[in-house]
């Protein structure tokens, strides 16, 4: 929460003009100006609310395809294999997370008029500019990068777990 801010900032450098903004200092103090530190939190409840749909897909995946595993194999998986079942969750969990990660790009670079809640930004982007084009906009980059990252965190996760218990004994 509280780094949040650099993210808003980071937003609006990306999508403004070099006249704008010279600096990301300089992003922080006309934004500071401009709204105060409302603005800068800008677009915060959807970034909140996509947790819930990105963790508990991207668990639930994870979980499920461990236990399939280990029931059809007889044996605990590999690291290679909670590598991909962990690229597999974190392909899941931005694909549900993703139009909310959408409203809040659009929050904070003042693209979604000021007020509006997260469904009603979801909704005219949908209605306006629909799934793929708009909901969904910019998506398979995301998955380009996004579930190698999850596939690690995934598998030295358990990797410490072992380790923990190796100690533990």
Do not use: C
């Not at 100006?33 to 909140?48: A, K, N, S, V, W």
């Amino acid at each position: 929460m509280l780094t949040y801010p650099l993210d808003t900032a980071k937003a609006r450098l990306s999508v403004s003009s070099k006249l704008q903004y010279s600096s990301l200092t300089s992003v922080f103090v006309k934004t500071y100006r401009e709204g105060g530190i409302r603005l800068l939190y800008r677009g915060i409840y959807p970034t909140i609310l996509g947790v819930i749909p990105y963790a508990g897909s991207s668990f639930f995946t994870y979980e499920t395809l461990k236990i399939m595993y280990r029931d059809s194999a007889g044996h605990v998986e590999s690291s290679y294999y909670r590598m991909m079942f962990g690229m597999l969750a974190g392909l899941i969990g931005q694909t549900s997370s993703y139009p909310l990660d959408i409203v809040r790009r659009r929050m904070q670079t003042g693209r979604i008029p000021d007020g509006w809640s997260p469904l009603r930004a979801i909704v005219h982007i949908y209605h306006t500019e629909g799934l793929k084009r708009g909901l969904y906009k910019g998506l398979s980059m995301n998955w380009l990068k996004g579930p190698i990252a999850v596939g690690v965190s995934f598998t030295t996760y358990e990797k410490v777990l072992e380790l923990v218990g190796h100690l533990k004994r």
